[in-house]
């Protein structure tokens, strides 16, 4: 989505619940589990580069996952919103009647709701890029980046009901990138405009987007793509009210007179079918 979120790695939560809610009946669950969560540390330290399995290894156990550039990461993201939503359909609500009080946010079928949506606004973030190669039209390319604002705004709606125990620069960062496609679709849609002769209400486009980038986010990283963006609409901007000064004098209508932004979503997400264990595991009641 243009910026980059680095603090899963480094974020830190409680016990994971499953440990303190669940038993297994017999040894061969037991190894079995034992297993899995050896398997899922490895290729976790493998991807946080917290040890040193060797790249080989990594791929072997992750399935090939080891790098973004070997994947097709939009067919890997709406793969991963597909099963966030299973995970909030199928599993968690289960679970819920034998949860500690003070259970994970992660735990919440709101939270995996939200990261459905963080997915597929990722996926539609890689389709726009995709899109601008292939010369898609700049109207069309506005609703594509509004479609993601769309998708990040309902995220952080759901995630800022949650406990205080969700991260607050996750949806900080949620919140800057969302920011950051409202200006792309300001931009791209004054562009619109402009191509039909329409300065005026291109001008108005891009003022009501530099309205809205007066908040800077406080990571570096974040700002320095955030005030390339706003770069660009300020110098646009200031183009178009000098091409208009001389060649169209265009009455530049109010906020309330100019087209509201309109959001398409065209990623969905891949079903999640589970996969059957080879060994059952015995739960005890």
């Not at 040193?52 to 992750?62: C, G, L, P, Q, V």
């Not at 706003?230 to 265009?250: C, G, H, R, T």
Request: glycine residues 4%.
């Amino acid at each position: 989505m243009m910026l980059q979120y680095n603090g899963f790695s480094g974020l830190k939560t409680k016990r994971i619940v499953f440990e303190d809610v669940f038993s297994v009946l017999d040894s061969v669950s037991l190894e079995h589990l034992k297993e899995l969560t050896a398997r899922r540390r490895v290729i976790e330290e493998s991807i946080n580069a917290t040890s040193f399995i060797t790249e080989a290894t990594a791929r072997e156990m992750s399935g090939g996952l080891t790098s973004r550039s070997q994947q097709q990461s939009a067919s890997l993201l709406r793969k991963a919103a597909g099963i966030y939503k299973y995970l909030s359909a199928e599993v968690l609500p289960l679970l819920q009647s034998i949860l500690p009080p003070e259970k994970p946010p992660e735990t919440t079928t709101n939270v995996s709701s939200a990261m459905n949506n963080i997915c597929l606004a990722e996926a539609q973030a890689i389709a726009i890029r995709i899109a601008e190669k292939q010369g898609l039209s700049n109207g069309a390319l506005a609703k594509l980046h509004y479609g993601v604002t769309q998708l990040l705004d309902e995220a952080s709606s759901v995630l800022q009901s949650e406990p205080k125990d969700v991260s607050r620069k996750f949806i900080e960062f949620i919140y800057t990138c969302s920011t950051l496609h409202e200006l792309k679709s300001y931009r791209r849609l004054a562009e619109s405009y402009k191509q039909s002769e329409q300065m005026g209400v291109a001008i108005g486009l891009l003022n009501c987007g530099m309205s809205k980038s007066k908040n800077l986010p406080g990571e570096q990283t974040w700002r320095e793509a955030f005030k390339s963006e706003v770069y660009k609409i300020s110098d646009m901007l200031k183009k178009y009210n000098d091409e208009n000064a001389f060649v169209w004098q265009q009455k530049i209508p109010l906020d309330y007179e100019l087209p509201s932004l309109e959001g398409r979503t065209v990623v969905t997400t891949t079903s999640y079918e589970p996969q059957r264990w080879e060994r059952e595991i015995a739960f005890s009641s």
